[in-house]
């Protein structure tokens, strides 16, 4: 009796977390209302890199998803040792990386990766918190984090400065999403394989759709 009793609880947290997934130039073309019919609600589009680089998909994916009913936000791939956390977050906002809270935006991610471009722990801390707070001062979001357990560990020392201000898009491929670093009680968005069936990688949130859409509102 008690385990059937239990049975709609497992069931309507299966179906609680929301799948998504994110997407850059290397897929040309999507079928972003296949990806909708297929249970898939966010999206996470690749716009800038640096200061000089824009993502030449950006545009029509973004008006793709958008069309399609997606939750939908850019994503900056960080260049730390081109120019300042600043500079970059200005050059992502102003190519498509910023907010409004219109429930169907997500605040713009920025993506560490790589190696850690000959930075030292506290160079990189510094120069995450300075595309952080320039980001939340043009957009009125802290960006989304998004990096492996390995990168933020040897990258910044596992820094704790950020837990408070953004959510964290933990990348690890496989069943669980393992160690949380920075001292983040959980992660947002867990990207959990490089692939998909409508192109780039598997992401699923962390959450039920109303609270996707909190994210996207703020
Ligand atoms: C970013 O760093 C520059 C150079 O150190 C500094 O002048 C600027 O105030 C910083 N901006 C923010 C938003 O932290």
New binding site residues.
């Given amino acids: 009796m008690k385990l059937l009793s239990l049975l709609p609880v497992i069931a309507g947290t299966a179906q609680a977390a929301v799948q998504g997934f994110d997407i850059s130039h290397y897929q040309s073309s999507v079928d972003f209302a296949g990806a909708y019919s297929s249970g898939m609600r966010f999206v996470y589009i690749k716009a800038t890199e640096g200061t000089t680089y824009t993502d030449p998909k950006f545009s029509s994916h973004y008006t793709g998803a958008t069309n399609a009913g997606f939750i939908r936000g850019g994503y900056h791939f960080a260049r730390p040792t081109s120019s ?3 500079a970059q977050a200005q050059y992502f906002v102003a190519h498509g990386g910023g907010w409004s809270g219109d429930g169907i935006t997500l605040p713009g991610m920025l993506d560490l990766e790589g190696d850690c471009a000959g930075l030292s722990t506290s160079s990189m801390v510094s120069w995450i ?2 595309f952080s ?2 980001y939340h ?1 043009l957009t009125g979001r802290y960006p989304v984090i998004y990096t492996t357990n390995s990168w933020w560990t040897s990258c910044t020392g596992n820094s704790g400065s950020f837990h408070d201000t953004s959510p964290l898009m933990l990348a690890r491929w496989g069943s669980s999403a393992g160690t949380i670093p920075g001292g983040w009680p959980y992660y947002t968005i867990w990207q959990y394989k490089d692939s998909n069936a409508y192109g780039g990688d598997s992401d699923v949130f962390n959450g039920d759709a109303t609270q996707l859409k909190k994210l996207a509102t703020g």
């Fill in positions: 300042s956390g600043a918190s300075n707070n320039e001062s």
